[in-house]
């Protein structure tokens, strides 16, 4: 099993930017050749997809964040990065990371997950 730990979130303003990580402890086979995903959960509402990326670095958004987020892995550092701009309140959520059961992002399925950072943005 992979432990993932998240760091970047934190308190900003309508329109700020902010980069998330997300570390994952293991084997680099563990994390390298898996898929990997941000979701996000605000308060009262159902955890949602953010973004994916395959272990051949292709990438999937959510449409409300296309052009404005950037998922991105460093497989030498176990690390899948969220460049999130241009950030809204409707987004204060936790952001969490996940590790797929594959290397692929269409239909993937997630197993691993982080405890989640609070991004929070005010309006």
């Known amino acids: 099993q992979v432990q993932l730990v998240e760091s970047g979130g934190g308190l900003v303003q309508a329109g700020d930017s902010l980069r998330l990580s997300c570390v994952a402890s293991?084997?680099?086979?563990?994390?390298?050749?898996?898929?990997m995903g941000w979701f996000r959960q605000a308060p009262g509402k159902e955890r949602e997809f953010v973004a994916a990326?395959?272990?051949?670095?292709?990438?999937s958004y959510a449409d409300s964040v296309k052009g404005r987020f950037a998922i991105s892995r460093d497989n030498t550092k176990n690390t899948v990065y969220l460049q999130m701009n241009s950030l809204t309140s409707e987004e204060t959520a936790v952001y969490y990371c996940a590790r797929g059961t594959g290397p692929i992002i269409h239909g993937a399925h997630y197993e691993d997950w982080g405890q989640g950072t609070q991004v929070t943005v005010s309006s």
């Open positions: 293991g084997s680099v086979s563990s994390f390298t050749y898996r898929a």
């Open positions: 990326i395959s272990w051949d670095q292709s990438t």
